[in-house]
């Protein structure tokens, strides 16, 4: 037992680990280019990283107690370290409470009414309303921004009460934070034979920035559709030239492919005609969203965790300056350790 307290107490430990941790992250950071990533991935789900990080947190959390008792008669030295060293330990802690125990749900895309239950603790959210990351009518040119906001959802909870979340930061609501992941533009469209209408929907496409190909296919059809956002007009002013889109009357580029036979192809506001009198026609889009949600207990401890370090880090100067004055005031013949003491001589020196 001895040799084990030695072992997590001592610094030659604490040394290695860092160490190994240094040559795993600069072998992957050449081999795979995602060291980071691939340490926090192995961190959550692989016992040996797991078991390897324990015993550093425990290294540094037993030589911290230590480092706290060796001060206590230098109070104001003490006071000036504690945030940086309880910061260290805690934010060791809860990251690895943090990636053991939180949990994760990206939703499919939804949109306007959709409802999205957590299961941990099974409270639903109802969708609102999407706040879309362009506008419906815009003049877009090369130079033009390719979002106009940022996207968005105000979402009701199961007492009623609305929340607004957006892509960053996460919108805690009760125990679940959320916030949105990916958002897009999805076409409406009927596919109808004569009068009658076949099949109906939405597809969530992901056909932003305009002119992005994306593709889809209908239940019950033979055809693989591939779409794009056209410009509804081009407006030139002198040399410059823009295009002017319509959301609400929107022009898509299309092309139905059946095998590798092109059946059908066109740009059009309205419809597409296909075979045997059969014609996809083309309703007002809809905006959705995927959302993602995490129930993380040690979330907050992580920050309060990131806030003392950076506030112990400031401190630490200043804490110097009292331990070389305290060092400074001790009076001679009193065991202050000095440079010459530390070499094994008792030299004083007098002005």
Not at 231 to 246: I, Q, S
Not at 251 to 258: D, F, I, L, N, S
Not at 289 to 307: C, E
């Amino acid at each position: 037992m001895r040799f084990l307290w030695d072992l997590l107490s001592s610094k030659a430990l604490t040394v290695w680990s860092v160490g190994l941790f240094l040559l795993y992250y600069l072998t992957m950071a050449v081999w795979s280019k995602e060291a980071f990533g691939t340490y926090i991935l192995h961190l959550s789900s692989n016992n040996l990283f797991r078991a390897f990080y324990l015993l550093f947190l425990s290294n540094v959390a037993i030589r911290t107690a230590r480092a706290v008792k060796a001060l206590r008669r230098q109070r104001m030295v003490l006071f000036l370290r504690l945030p940086l060293l309880t910061g260290i330990v805690l934010l060791l802690a809860s990251l690895f409470g943090s990636l053991n125990t939180r949990s994760v749900l990206w939703s499919p895309p939804v949109g306007e009414g959709d409802v999205l239950t957590m299961p941990w603790d099974q409270s639903s959210y109802r969708i609102r309303s999407v706040v879309p990351a362009v506008r419906k009518h815009s003049l877009r040119s090369e130079t033009s921004a390719i979002f106009d906001y940022e996207p968005g959802a105000v979402i009701v909870d199961d007492s009623g009460r609305e929340h607004a979340i957006g892509a960053f930061p996460p919108s805690r609501i009760g125990a679940t934070y959320l916030h949105v992941l990916q958002f897009g533009i999805g076409p409406g469209f009927e596919v109808r034979r004569g009068q009658g209408v076949i099949n109906q929907g939405f597809v969530a496409l992901r056909i932003t920035p305009f002119g992005v190909v994306d593709q889809f296919e209908i239940d019950g059809l033979p055809y693989t559709f591939y779409l794009s956002i056209m410009p509804n007009r081009v407006v030139k002013r002198g040399k410059e030239t823009a295009n002017e889109y319509d959301l609400e009357r929107t022009k898509y580029r299309v092309e139905a492919v059946r095998g590798d036979t092109v059946v059908a192809r066109g740009e059009t506001e309205s419809e597409l005609p296909l075979e045997g009198g059969m014609a996809l026609r083309f309703l007002p889009p809809a905006d959705w969203i995927i959302i993602q949600a995490v129930r993380d207990p040690f979330l907050a401890w992580l920050v309060v965790g990131l806030a003392l370090v950076a506030g112990g880090l400031l401190l630490y100067p200043l804490s110097q300056l009292f331990r070389e004055g305290i060092c400074r005031s001790v009076p001679e013949g009193l065991p202050a350790e000095s440079p010459g003491d530390a070499a094994g001589t008792n030299s004083n020196f007098k002005k």
